[in-house]
């Protein structure tokens, strides 16, 4: 079967943790331009299908598990991730180049590293082997390993009026 064959039935079906990262690797690996372009449009593909982003120069290990699938995925092409990490739905591991930042640059995530759903990691911060990143943190500081990083408390405000929660659409006129 030629690869762009191959190629299209996998774009037909769920997705398939075992071609992604094939094609990732295969993509990194080949000197064949042709090649590569297909197994780059592949990722691209996928990519989009699950609204990620993760880049095909990043090096990916095969042990790093998606429980949720890539779904709105963003790591930044300079993050570094070490074997064996959990990382759930919506996680943003992030660059920060804005100019006097404290933290410049890309995050590494050391082995074993678990980053529950919607957690956002940003910068040039570490994360220690063995850290575990609770879902819904954002996280710009160094982690040690073996630590775990757990959201805020939150702050419930009381009210005695009841209001209204229901959603009202901003309608638009067009002027002449």
């Known amino acids: 079967m030629s690869i762009a064959r191959s190629l299209q039935n996998a774009l ?21 331009s042709l090649a590569r372009f297909w197994y780059g449009h592949y990722c691209a ?7 990620a982003s993760i880049p095909l120069p990043l090096k990916l ?16 092409v300079g993050a570094k991730i070490g074997e064996g990490c959990t990382i759930f739905q919506q996680v943003t591991i992030g660059s920060n180049t804005l100019e006097g930042t404290k933290r410049p640059g890309s995050p590494v995530i050391g082995k074993n590293v678990f980053i529950g759903a919607g957690a956002k990691i940003i910068g040039g911060v570490t994360i220690g082997d063995n850290a575990r990143i609770a879902a819904g943190c954002t996280v710009a500081k160094d982690v040690p390993s073996g630590a775990t990083v757990v959201p805020a408390s939150i702050r419930i405000i009381e009210r005695t009026e009841v209001r209204e929660n229901r959603f009202h659409a901003v309608h638009e006129t067009a002027e002449d």
């Open 45 to 51: 593909k996928q990519n989009n299908r699950w609204c």
């Open 12 to 32: 037909n079906g769920e997705f398939n943790f075992e071609k992604y990262f094939s094609c990732r690797e295969k993509y990194q690996q080949s000197g064949n």
């Open 61 to 76: 290990p095969r042990s790093v598990t998606f429980p949720h699938g890539i779904s709105g995925i963003y790591i930044s």
